[in-house]
């Protein structure tokens, strides 16, 4: 079975940097798109950034673009999520994602994405 599993949320200081990353078992999605949503207290999850397989296809949300960067490491079937000059208003459960067709293009939309980690909780503070 598929299984993404997040990890590396924590308590930071606006400001700060953080790094997550999202292990992925039960096939290999050197050929899947796969990106990152968050859910603040009270408020709907959103899309946060996104990348395919090895073409260098990225999205961004405009309030992310230029603080966050996702990578991947396809041999090891993971990716990561770079948060630099956190903010506030970047507190939210960050949820991995990937997608269930081979070769489908990067999304921003959540109904795109087939498979779910179990979200990594990030705090940061003023």
């Known amino acids: 079975q598929v299984q993404l599993v997040e990890s590396g949320g924590d308590l930071v200081q606006a400001g700060g940097s953080l790094r997550l990353s999202c292990a992925a078992s039960?096939?290999?999605?050197?050929?899947?798109?796969m990106g990152w949503f968050r859910q603040a207290p009270g408020k709907e999850r959103e899309f946060v950034a996104a990348?395919?397989?090895?073409?260098?296809?990225?999205y961004y949300a405009d309030s992310v673009k230029g603080r966050f960067t996702i990578s991947r490491d396809y041999a090891k079937n993971t990716v990561y999520l770079q948060m630099n000059s956190l903010k506030p208003e970047d507190t939210a459960v960050y949820y991995c994602?990937?997608?269930?067709?081979?070769?489908?293009?990067?999304?921003?939309?959540?109904?795109?994405?087939?498979?779910w980690g179990q979200g990594t909780q990030v705090t940061v503070s003023s």
């Open positions: 994602a990937a997608m269930g067709s081979r070769w489908s293009p990067p999304s921003t939309r959540e109904a795109s994405y087939d498979y």
């Open positions: 990348r395919g397989w090895s073409d260098g296809s990225t």
């Open positions: 039960g096939r290999t999605f050197s050929n899947y798109a």
